[in-house]
């Protein structure tokens, strides 16, 4: 879908050209797809027989399962080791995370032809910086916002490799310096703007079955410029075919308040983690904790 303010829009965005590429970078990049596989299966052999690398699996998959799944736990471990490896190789790899189908785009082509802007809710689910690729590729490019670490110039190679990744076909990111102002400056000149719910706040919601403390920013952006909200979900099928699908555009003003956008966000995030556990990125970072009396 073509950019509706041509030029003009372009010129505002921010931070379009990708990360230059490290000696590291280009090395992991050079290898063959087809090695994909071969490779992860002897880095997931070696992580196996770590402990603490299992360890740590069991300790994300434990925070993200323990009170609503805790008899999938084991299970959640070894493929969330596994998928780890995975996702490490294939962000090498963009031809095999960047194309992949996108069920329903025109809930968000339908939402940029209002010419409102639209906040994309999306957590660290999935192989997400090649679900932004996918939106692109398929024609709806999306602006991302990003912590501004990700973005220096000496950031760490995997950071700035998921990044290149992530601005592929035409996507671009809006650094977190910018601030709750810029982010909403982007929504009013009716842009789509990715923005992870699931990052450590001072808002107390439960997720999961358990408390945590998050960020309504997202939902407030929303609220505040009258953008309409669309989640994005990341799926894996039993073969490991990775997919994405958005939902239907919400009404900001359909829920009272942005903690209750918030909350419904949450909620109907929860069904697409539990079918893929392994799947979430991380989740201990993803997340304040409650602190219990």
Same mark, same amino acid.
């Given at each position: 879908?073509?950019?509706?303010?041509?030029?003009?829009?372009?010129?505002?965005r921010?931070?379009?050209?990708?990360?230059?590429?490290?000696?590291?970078?280009?090395?992991?990049?050079?290898?063959?797809?087809?090695?994909?596989?071969?490779?992860?299966?002897?880095?997931v052999?070696?992580?196996?027989?770590?402990?603490?690398?299992?360890?740590?699996?069991?300790?994300?998959? =434990?925070? $993200?399962?323990? #009170?609503?799944?805790?008899?999938?736990?084991?299970?959640? &471990?070894?493929?969330?080791? +596994? !998928?780890?490896?995975?996702?490490?190789?294939?962000?090498?790899?963009?031809?095999?995370?960047?194309?992949?189908?996108?069920?329903?785009?025109?809930?968000?082509?339908?939402?940029?032809?209002?010419?409102?802007?639209?906040?994309l809710?999306?957590l660290?689910?999935?192989?997400?910086?090649?679900?932004?690729?996918?939106?692109?590729?398929?024609?709806?490019?999306?602006?991302?916002?990003?912590?501004?670490?990700?973005?220096?110039?000496?950031?760490?190679?995997?950071?700035?490799?998921?990044?290149?990744?992530?601005?592929?076909?035409?996507?671009?990111?809006?650094?977190?310096?910018?601030?709750?102002?810029?982010?909403?400056?982007?929504?009013?000149?009716? =842009?789509? $703007?990715?923005? #992870?719910?699931?990052?450590?706040?001072?808002?107390?919601? &439960?997720?999961?079955?358990? +408390? !945590?403390?998050?960020?309504?920013?997202?939902?407030?952006?929303?609220?505040?410029?009258?953008?309409?909200?669309?989640?994005?979900?990341?799926?894996?099928s039993?073969?490991?075919?990775?997919s994405?699908?958005?939902?239907?555009?919400?009404?900001?003003?359909?829920?009272?308040?942005p903690?209750?956008?918030?909350?419904?966000?949450?909620?109907?995030?929860?069904?697409?983690?539990?079918?893929?556990?392994?799947?979430?990125?991380?989740?201990?970072?993803?997340?304040?904790?409650?602190?219990?009396?």
């Amino acid at each position: 879908m073509a950019d509706h303010a041509g030029s003009t829009r372009d010129q505002q965005r921010v931070s379009k050209r990708p990360p230059k590429a490290s000696v590291a970078m280009l090395a992991r990049s050079a290898v063959p797809d087809r090695l994909v596989p071969a490779i992860t299966r002897a880095r997931v052999k070696r992580k196996r027989a770590s402990d603490p690398a299992v360890a740590k699996a069991r300790a994300e998959m =434990e925070f $993200l399962l323990g #009170a609503v799944k805790p008899e999938d736990i084991d299970r959640a &471990t070894d493929a969330y080791l +596994e !998928r780890d490896v995975l996702r490490s190789e294939l962000r090498y790899h963009p031809r095999l995370i960047a194309r992949q189908s996108v069920s329903n785009l025109e809930a968000l082509t339908r939402a940029r032809s209002t010419g409102r802007g639209v906040v994309l809710s999306f957590l660290h689910h999935g192989h997400y910086e090649g679900a932004m690729a996918s939106l692109a590729w398929a024609g709806e490019p999306v602006g991302m916002l990003v912590s501004d670490d990700m973005l220096a110039p000496d950031a760490p190679t995997f950071l700035r490799q998921h990044i290149r990744v992530g601005r592929r076909n035409g996507n671009w990111t809006v650094p977190a310096s910018s601030g709750m102002a810029g982010s909403k400056a982007v929504l009013e000149r009716g =842009e789509v $703007l990715a923005v #992870a719910t699931d990052v450590p706040g001072r808002s107390q919601l &439960t997720f999961l079955g358990a +408390e !945590r403390l998050g960020s309504s920013g997202a939902a407030r952006m929303a609220i505040d410029t009258n953008a309409l909200v669309l989640m994005l979900f990341s799926r894996c099928s039993p073969e490991g075919i990775l997919s994405v699908e958005l939902s239907e555009p919400l009404e900001p003003h359909d829920f009272a308040a942005p903690h209750d956008l918030l909350l419904h966000l949450l909620t109907t995030h929860e069904a697409p983690v539990l079918a893929w556990p392994e799947g979430y990125h991380q989740p201990r970072l993803r997340w304040g904790v409650t602190v219990q009396d």
